[in-house]
């Protein structure tokens, strides 16, 4: 069992940049591939970014270049930084931990991010 605490969304103009942060208690963080999602009004969650506990990342093609997924293992913490962000990232975002062993899912609450002029 893991509990997930997102924190850092808010409105924020175009071009501008937002970092989210999620912190993980309960379980062993290294067994843990943590992600990020987004859900937009009237659409399908989608993977955003994903770190291993190595290291490794994997993120979607429409924020390639802009967004920044890491890791701290020593404080339980994944992180997304965000920059030059765009009207369409707009949604709620969520922060998913994924146990390598069990294949069982945990999700946060999620975080609101709107991004408007």
């Known amino acids: 069992q893991v509990q997930l605490v997102e924190s850092g969304g808010g409105l924020v103009q175009p071009g501008g940049s937002l970092r989210l942060s999620c912190a993980a208690s309960?379980?062993?963080?290294?067994?843990?591939?943590m992600g990020w999602y987004r859900q937009a009004p009237g659409k399908q969650r989608e993977l955003v970014a994903a770190i291993t506990s190595g290291g490794s990342t994997n993120y979607a093609d429409s924020v390639k270049g802009r967004f920044t997924i890491s890791r701290d293992n020593a404080k339980n913490t994944v992180y997304l930084q965000m920059n030059s962000l765009k009207p369409e990232d707009t949604a709620v975002y969520y922060c998913?931990?994924?146990?390598?062993?069990?294949?069982?899912?945990?999700w946060g609450q999620g975080t609101q991010v709107t991004v408007a002029s």
């Open positions: 309960g379980s062993i963080f290294r067994l843990y591939v």
């Open positions: 998913n931990a994924h146990n390598y062993m069990t294949s069982r899912d945990y």
